[in-house]
């Protein structure tokens, strides 16, 4: 069964600099992940959407996939204050309606 | 746009009541899903409904949670009785439909169970 895993569990960048979070799944035939967002005591909100191998932007946020090496990663580009949240990482196995989700990165930006 | 609604924003439930969720979906999706987080499991789902049909009932969950779907705009989770393990965020979420769709999320309740 699919399993994913997030690191850090905790990160700080200042305000401007690059952030970059990780996730690592165990079953590389999945072709559907997501990155979400959660604010706290808020619903949570879809970043990016990736379907193949390779990159694909939504604004600051992009997202990186390389299945043979089991990794997806999103990275936020001139990140700020408003951008401190939990940010977690979704995998769906194919044509399967059950969504595998990581624990969270919690990010804040620092001003 | 409306988003996926959630009420009540808060509850308090003393052990051994019974509370309802609510949620409504964003409209013409098909799909509504009803997850439990926890800061130690994370997102755990419960219920899974596909054009009001019931397509996963939250094997573990299946005894004292119940998820309904009245009809393609109202959603209900019943906890019955409420123990203090059950308080966590109850999340809504809907979606088109499909594994490839996005889900989109309420803002969630916050059960608290003494």
């Known amino acids: 069964q699919q399993k994913v895993q997030q690191s850090p569990e905790s990160l700080t960048v200042s305000e401007g600099a690059m952030a970059s979070l990780n996730c690592t799944f165990s079953?590389?035939?999945?072709?559907?992940f997501r990155w979400y967002r959660q604010h706290s005591a808020k619903g949570l909100e879809v970043l990016v959407s990736i379907f193949s191998d390779g990159e694909k932007e939504e604004g600051r946020f992009t997202a990186h996939l390389n299945r043979a090496n089991l990794h997806v990663s999103l990275h936020i580009r001139e990140p700020q204050p408003s951008d401190s949240a939990v940010y977690l990482c979704?995998?769906?196995?194919?044509?399967?309606?059950?969504?595998?989700w990581g624990s969270g990165t919690k990010l804040i930006i620092k001003p | 746009d409306a988003g996926v609604t959630q009420t009540p924003r808060h509850e308090v439930a003393e052990k051994g009541q019974t509370i309802i969720l609510k949620c409504e979906p964003v409209?013409?999706?098909?799909?509504l899903f009803w997850y439990r987080q926890t800061k130690i499991q994370g997102l755990e789902l419960l219920s899974y409904f596909r054009s009001k049909s019931l397509m996963e009932d939250g094997g573990a969950f299946k005894d004292r949670f119940k998820a309904e779907m009245l009809n393609s705009s109202f959603s209900t989770l019943k906890i019955q009785p409420t123990e203090p393990k059950d308080s966590a965020v109850y999340l809504c979420?809907?979606?088109?439909?499909?594994?490839?769709?996005?889900?989109?999320f309420g803002s969630g309740t916050r059960l608290t169970v003494l």
């Open positions: 979704a995998v769906s196995p194919d044509s399967n309606y059950q969504l595998i």
């Open positions: 409209s013409g999706h098909n799909d």
């Open positions: 979420a809907s979606s088109l439909g499909g594994s490839a769709e996005t889900l989109y």
């Open positions: 079953d590389g035939t999945s072709n559907n």
